[in-house]
């Protein structure tokens, strides 16, 4: 832990429940690693005291916090500027004090492509398919559109909630390239997808068993192809353990995770976050 002064300033993380974050782990370690006289705490916040929780944060001069659930959505009204990336998003995950107010953004995208842009691939040909359109989806459909790929296929199982995910996103470069599809219809896009993208929570511990679809569609991919789960317990999963088996290349959910709040810390703090004792302090406790 980071020691306590007089001096130290205040980072977190709200949620309701919080307890089983592993922001804290991940962002102390950063901290302690980079000399800086903060400390990073989780704050439980029930929904119905948000306002004054932001309230009371500003007046004790926290200097930032992550909003995890339920208050991603519930934050924005409470912000005073949010970037664009984070409007489309739809959700506000990191958030700081300047200037008289709180400013809010979304690293989820940034997180969700960092172990993308590793692989240095050329996404203008690759049609990503994204399992599930609940909340991670729209960060993977920002990412994916980031990337460059030309087009995003989302596959949902309820044809109003889908309908409704299609038509919430503003920003034409989404607009245009998005396309929903229903489970039976995933068959049609698996044998042209690089890129598949598990973000139900199907396989997550303790079911860890069971997997968003099954080996033999899995094996409808093409060579070469990445199968990435935003799950990381376990990991791997069942999906990311059938895809390897089809010879696919996998990414659990440890790197987003980590990379997301490696680029909420640099809001922070405002240098570079040492991302790689975020990781080894995340994977030490998933262990
Ligand atoms: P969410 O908002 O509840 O969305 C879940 C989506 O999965 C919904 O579209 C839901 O469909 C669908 N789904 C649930 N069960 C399903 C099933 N049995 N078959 C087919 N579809 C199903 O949850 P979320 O916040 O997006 O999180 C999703 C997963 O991503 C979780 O495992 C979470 O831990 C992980 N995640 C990881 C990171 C990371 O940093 N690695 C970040 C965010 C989330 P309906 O809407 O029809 O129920």
Redesign the pocket.
């Known amino acids: 832990m980071p020691e306590i002064h007089g001096t130290t300033q205040l980072l977190g993380i709200i949620g309701h429940p919080v307890e089983h974050s592993l922001s804290p782990v991940m962002q102390n370690a950063a901290l302690m690693h980079l000399g800086i006289d903060a400390i990073f705490l989780p704050f439980p916040v029930e929904p119905e005291h948000l306002p004054t929780a932001l309230a009371g944060m500003a007046a004790i001069g926290v200097r930032g916090f992550n909003a995890t659930?339920p208050h991603k959505q519930a934050v924005m009204p409470l912000l005073k500027t949010i970037t664009p990336v984070a409007q489309q998003i739809g959700a506000v995950n990191t958030v700081w004090w300047d200037d008289g107010g709180w400013y809010g953004t979304n690293t989820?995208a940034a997180?969700f492509i960092a172990p993308l842009q590793e692989l240095a691939r050329d996404w203008s040909d690759v049609i990503p398919v994204v399992?599930?359109?609940?909340?991670?989806?729209r960060a993977v459909v920002a990412g994916c559109v980031e990337l460059g790929c030309p087009k995003v296929v989302v596959v949902?199982?309820?044809e109003e909630?889908l309908a409704a995910f299609e038509q919430s996103w503003t920003a034409p470069a989404i607009q245009q390239r998005l396309k929903v599809q229903t489970?039976d219809q995933l068959d049609n896009w698996l044998s042209r997808t690089q890129l598949l993208i598990n973000?139900?929570?199907?396989g997550?511990a303790p079911n860890s068993d069971r997997s968003?679809i099954d080996a033999v569609q899995l094996a409808q991919l093409p060579g070469g192809a990445i199968a990435y789960d935003?799950?990381?317990t376990p990991r791997p999963t069942q999906f990311l353990i059938q895809a390897q088996a089809t010879g696919a290349t996998i990414i659990d959910?440890?790197e987003?995770?980590v990379q997301?709040g490696a680029a909420a810390l640099e809001r922070w703090v405002g240098q570079p976050a040492p991302v790689a004792v975020m990781r080894s302090a995340l994977l030490k406790a998933l262990e």
């Open positions: 659930i989820d997180g399992l599930g359109n609940g909340g991670a989806a949902g199982r309820n909630k489970w973000t139900t929570p199907v997550m968003p935003l799950i990381y959910g440890t987003m995770l997301q």
